[in-house]
């Protein structure tokens, strides 16, 4: 998928990435592999492999590949590959939009956004998925109806950890256990994406845009979804979770007439165009709800 930045810019995407998810889900040999590299104990062990300090040894070479800019993080020595992964990055490299009626990004990722229909269904890929199958919830898949989706996909070179898009009340988590597969768009092609993902939803009941459903998706050597709080007053900004290593995808579901996202990212999403967004920058406004006035 062809992926640009806010300044209308093509970016460069990791095409190695892509060459070893095509032998893996184009051919038999790669199926069989997948088939074992998809099972959750092979990722927690090599999660496991990735906490050992000789892993370290990975690093120089990681920030080379896919053109890392250290700088924008805070300064300290990695005990191992997987605390480089989840590394923190400097408050004033990520400034957060505090300004109500804007609607912020929760993360760094490559953004699309799809129209959630009458039958709450959308196609990611060629894939058709329902806000209920996702869910497990037939309630939660008629709140959301008419409402927009937004899939934030990130990459193994992206910060991988998000924050909360608004000040409210953040219900608990809810866990649906599941095989780790990839959340690439080249995987789309072979497997429905999310129907066999570990995956972690919760509500923000937040001040400015309704209930948002927040959903972190496991993949492919993600060994972990680290969610900090249960039920909880939370802020805008306030870190939410991390990812461990491995690329990762957050899912967004708006209610009808809550936000309007920016025209540049909608104009890309219709075009199969992902968007690229850094944590805390704006991507939508609030619509203001219409006040009646009395008739006199």
Request: charged share 30%.
């Amino acid at each position: 998928m062809k992926c640009i930045d806010r300044k209308g810019s093509i970016v460069k995407q990791n095409e190695t990435q892509n060459k070893v998810l095509s032998f893996l889900y184009q051919t038999k040999i790669g199926r069989m592999i997948l088939m074992v590299l998809v099972r959750p104990e092979i990722s927690r062990g090599i999660g496991f492999i990735l906490n050992l300090p000789v892993t370290r040894v990975i690093i120089p070479y990681f920030v080379r590949k896919n053109h890392i800019n250290v700088e924008e993080y805070e300064k300290r020595k990695y005990t191992s590959f997987n605390d480089f992964f989840i590394r923190k990055i400097m408050k004033e490299k990520r400034i957060i939009d505090k300004q109500f009626n804007h609607f912020i990004s929760p993360c760094d990722a490559k953004l699309s956004v799809f129209p959630i229909n009458q039958d709450s269904q959308f196609t990611i890929k060629d894939s058709i998925y329902t806000i209920e199958s996702l869910f497990r919830s037939k309630k939660l898949a008629k709140r959301y109806e008419d409402g927009i989706l937004l899939l934030f996909r990130l990459t193994v070179d992206d910060y991988h950890r998000y924050c909360y898009i608004d000040n409210g009340i953040k219900t608990k988590n809810w866990h649906i256990p599941g095989v780790f597969h990839t959340v690439n768009p080249l995987a789309g092609k072979i497997f429905p994406i999310y129907k066999e993902n570990t995956r972690e939803f919760s509500i923000l009941k937040s001040e400015n845009y309704g209930n948002i459903l927040i959903m972190e998706v496991g993949a492919l050597l993600v060994g972990k979804i680290a969610n900090y709080h249960e039920e909880a007053k939370v802020n805008r900004g306030e870190e939410k979770g991390r990812f461990e290593f491995g690329g990762s995808t957050i899912i967004v579901c708006l209610e009808k007439g809550k936000v309007k996202i920016d025209t540049d990212i909608l104009y890309n999403s219709l075009n199969d165009i992902e968007t690229v967004v850094k944590m805390g920058e704006k991507i939508g406004e609030k619509i203001e709800e219409k006040i009646e006035e009395p008739i006199i």
